[in-house]
């Protein structure tokens, strides 16, 4: 852990004993609750954390829009072409929907690679940059898939309440949209505020691309012509495709596919369905074109999956990843 966090007044924070409890409680909830990836959800439905005790890998997911704060270890993220390691005392702010190749490179069982990831609100993003009057993004910037910074103690002081609120329904339903409109509220004073507001335009080019992968997400079980989504994205089809791949490193039929096959993947894992059952529910006629597809995306068939599941708890629709 970097000896110091970043504090928005300056200084030290102050905040190691947090960030030790952090841990600890992560280890805690993760030993109830996670998956045979590590990964623990929360009652807290944008909260989450990855507990894992020994390098790992690869790991595919579709991120949503969020903040992953790494408080252990150490993980390497393959994104498109572009590939990097980030560590205990980074966070990473991804602001688009997109593919994510992950790797454990630094966990023992001693010092498990531990994070946190809260799922950014976009709507939440737009409100307090007009409330705080920043000025509007560059329109013919580029918009950036992910960020990466030292930690930022208020960001992650956020973060720990919504921990010590998931185990609080009752608190939690009155208290946790508060403590994520601060959380939203010092990335938004973080050196990468202008890349979030691009990020978070309703007009620009990711929430454009967003509209179209909702409608992905939503109908996962539903084949769905390119034309709709380039409609909803108020492009033309050719424009839609290549913007799409360039936001997403895949094209839309691509992303299409690695999304239902990762939803298969948790619903086996944490939900117990069988291999047929959850390439059904998620939109194949054939389980042999699952089995080759999901082989070649995981590397193993889905009976690997369906007998090292742990059977542990998932909140429903949600994707591995942090």
């Not at 409100?127 to 920043?134: K, P």
């Amino acid at each position: 852990m970097r000896a110091n966090l970043r504090h928005p007044y300056g200084g030290d924070t102050g905040g190691l004993g947090t960030v030790d409890s952090l841990r600890r409680a992560i280890v805690r909830h993760a030993d109830r609750h996670a998956n045979a990836d590590g990964l623990a959800f929360t009652r807290i439905p944008a909260l989450r954390m990855m507990c894992v005790r020994a390098p790992s890998g690869p790991m595919h997911s579709i991120y949503k829009p969020l903040v992953c704060f790494v408080l252990q270890g150490a993980k390497q993220m393959t994104i498109g072409a572009e590939i990097q390691e980030f560590s205990a005392g980074q966070s990473v702010i991804v602001g688009v929907d997109i593919p994510v190749t992950g790797r454990i490179v630094s966990a023992t069982a001693e010092k498990p690679y531990l994070a946190l990831a809260v799922e950014l609100d976009m709507a939440v993003i737009r409100d307090l940059a007009i409330q705080m009057d920043l000025t509007a993004a560059s329109a013919r910037a580029s918009t950036p898939k992910f960020l990466a910074e030292d930690t930022d103690a208020a960001a992650l002081d956020c973060a720990a309440r919504l921990m010590r609120l998931s185990d609080r329904p009752d608190a939690a339903r009155m208290l946790a949209p508060g403590v994520m409109r601060e959380l939203h509220f010092w990335l938004l004073s973080s050196t990468h505020s202008e890349s979030i507001r691009r990020m978070a335009a309703a007009d620009g080019p990711a929430q454009r691309i967003a509209a179209a992968v909702k409608i992905l997400r939503t109908h996962i079980d539903k084949p769905i012509e390119v034309a709709r989504l380039a409609a909803a994205a108020g492009m033309s089809a050719s424009t839609f495709h290549r913007r799409f791949k360039a936001m997403t490193s895949l094209t839309p039929v691509q992303f299409r596919q690695q999304l239902r096959l990762i939803e298969a993947r948790r619903l086996m894992l944490n939900e117990g369905r069988t291999a047929s059952r959850a390439a059904y529910d998620v939109g194949y006629e054939s389980v042999s074109q699952f089995t080759r597809e999901y082989a070649r995306l995981f590397g193993a068939p889905p009976r690997r999956d369906t007998r090292g599941r742990s059977g542990v708890h998932a909140a429903a629709g949600a994707e591995a990843r942090g």
